[in-house]
């Protein structure tokens, strides 16, 4: 099996609603030092061996998982 | 300044609606070869280091960034 970690997030300049609220809570909480937050997206696939391919990474990552208008992507691939 | 990067993850064992959306999603794009999909948060923090303390970082992510509960999480640390 592979493993294949997706790191999704903002593009920047692209408004990160979700980021700016959790700067705000922490600041709330009294952690002055956060300057910035953005939030993005975690995803983990596990692949079988014999039908994987880089080619259906980019594909399933640009069709599905992450927003090519908004959202940048970059992944990781492991041996499970 | 420091880069803080928060993996927040489902616990083993707890259900994850969206990782298993995804999966199907992707299956009937015509992906068969996924076996599994979970999905996480992906947490960019930037933090003044004059006031950056471990300690801190494990009481933001416990009190906000992840829910003990339901999620675990795991984070590193690296200079900007």
Known sequence: MKRVLVYV???????DPAGQ???????????HEVEEVKIGKYIQLTI???N?????????????LANPVIEDYHYEVSDV
Chains 1, 2 share one sequence.
């Open 9 to 15: 997030t903002p593009k920047k300049g692209i408004l």
């Open 21 to 31: 609220a959790t700067q705000r809570a922490l600041q709330s909480l009294g952690y």
């Open 52 to 64: 994987f391919s880089e080619s259906s990474i980019k594909e399933m990552c640009s069709r599905l």
């Open 48 to 50: 079988q061996d014999n």
